[in-house]
């Protein structure tokens, strides 16, 4: 069994910064593309960020040059590293992984619980 779980969300301020973290575990073979989204209330899940296995990494053009994403290819960790955040980032950010749990196929897409992320003065 495969679970992803994200920490460092919590409240900031406008112009603060946050890094989350999302920590891979169980019966893993392989890990591919791993990606940050989020869903603030009242809207739909949203793509912020995404990596591939070879680090090449793309942004939605609302957080570019203030998000920064990456991965631990040796620890299965995957992070965001949140700069000058503004109230709009506001929302629930969820982590996902494409991951093969053994030597055969499929690979399979798996999402964490959640962690919130509210930025309010």
């Known amino acids: 069994q495969v679970q992803l779980v994200e920490s460092g969300g919590g409240l900031v301020q406008p112009g603060g910064s946050l890094r989350l973290s999302c920590a891979a575990s169980?019966?893993?073979?392989?890990?591919?593309?791993m990606g940050w989204y989020r869903q603030a209330p009242g809207k739909q899940r949203e793509l912020v960020a995404s990596?591939?296995?070879?680090?090449?990494?793309t942004y939605t053009d609302s957080v570019k040059g203030r998000f920064t994403i990456s991965r631990d290819n040796a620890k299965n960790m995957l992070y965001l590293q949140m700069n000058s955040l503004k109230p709009e980032d506001t929302a629930v950010y969820y982590c996902?992984?494409?991951?093969?749990?053994?030597?055969?196929?499929?690979?399979?897409?798996?999402w964490g619980q959640g962690t919130q992320v509210t930025v309010s003065s």
């Open positions: 990596i591939t296995s070879g680090s090449v990494t």
């Open positions: 996902n992984a494409d991951i093969r749990p053994d030597w055969r196929p499929p690979v399979l897409r798996y």
């Open positions: 169980g019966s893993i073979f392989s890990v591919n593309a």
